[in-house]
């Protein structure tokens, strides 16, 4: 495994809360790194409403999920936080030093003085094919929301599913794939009548091919099926490519000894202090009496946590409260004035 990045401080989550957690760190002159199952910032604002208005943002009288991200990313940035994304946090231990060591998915280390779980309802990731051992498939001939579909020039490639993602990535592959199938459990979509109709004229015309059915077997060179009627169909290809959908998964938050209550982790309010020194949880995972899952709350508890923060990674050293008005320290910081 590679030497863990040693740090002050390390973000779980590059949701709205993990990202201001991140200014908030930052104004502290504490750096940090922030690490995010999904390829890009925003969480549920992102995944869940991005297009849609939000109205209760202090000061901003509109925005959307992805224009709230946005315009955080943009207030994050003269700060300079190293993002790590498409990795699950996956272990926190506490070293005879009293860092903390973490691991991602992808094996990439942090050894941190102080964490900050802003892990929301979970990481997103993409909903797996519920059949045993297909794992052992992925990244070889089983793919889940590939990223670029240049890999599967040539091919011949069955998709799976039925929304949005399922019926682009289908569509976008006619042309470049050899053969194309998309798969999905009934013969109906939850998807834009655009691409409905988009796909309907592709099957007709037979650049695409359809076929209704569940997965019963996957080998790595055919998906067989289950259909309506009762038939095994074998569908022979090169890759697999399935488009179930993103869901939120706690995953292995849950192991990290944290006295986890209905899924939430339970926080002081004075510096939303897990029951673990120097590991803070704030925005939705976190549970305090009179808790409210709302993205101001997430902002307060970041901004509290930070400040806890400071009696580590400063020891014995009395932090100042800066105004970004008037500091000449916050000013450079800020890179403005
Ligand atoms: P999230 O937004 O959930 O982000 C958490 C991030 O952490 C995710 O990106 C996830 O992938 C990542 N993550 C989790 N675990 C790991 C791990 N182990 N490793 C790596 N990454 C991980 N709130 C309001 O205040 N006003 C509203 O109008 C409003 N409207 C909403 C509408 C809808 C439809 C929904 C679903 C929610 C709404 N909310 C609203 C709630 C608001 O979106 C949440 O309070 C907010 O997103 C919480 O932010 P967060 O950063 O704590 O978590």
Redo the contacts with the bound molecule.
Sequence with gaps: LPAPIETDALV???????LFQAFQLGLLEIPCHI????PAA????V???GD?P????PGIPATTGHGLATALLEQLAPLKPSFHFE????SLERQPDQRLLLR?SKGTGFLAKTVFI???????VPKRIALEDIQRFEGAALFYHPESLERFDGQAVVVNGGDDAALATALALVGRARQVTLVHRRDGFQADEGLVARMRAAVAEGSLRFAVGQPTAFDGKALQIATPDAQTLSLPLDALIACLGIS?RL???ADWGLDLVRKQIPVDTERFQTRESGVFA????NTYPGKK????C?FHEATLAAWGATEIVFPGKAVPLQYTTTSTRLHQLLGVG
């Design positions: 779980i989550g590059a949701g709205p809360v993990g690490v995010d199952a999904l925003g969480g549920q604002c995944q869940l409403y849609k939000i109205y209760d943002i990795q699950q946090v996956a991602t802003a892990a929301g309802v979970g990481a997103f939120p995953g292995p938050i704030v925005g939705d995972i899952k709302l993205i101001v997430g």
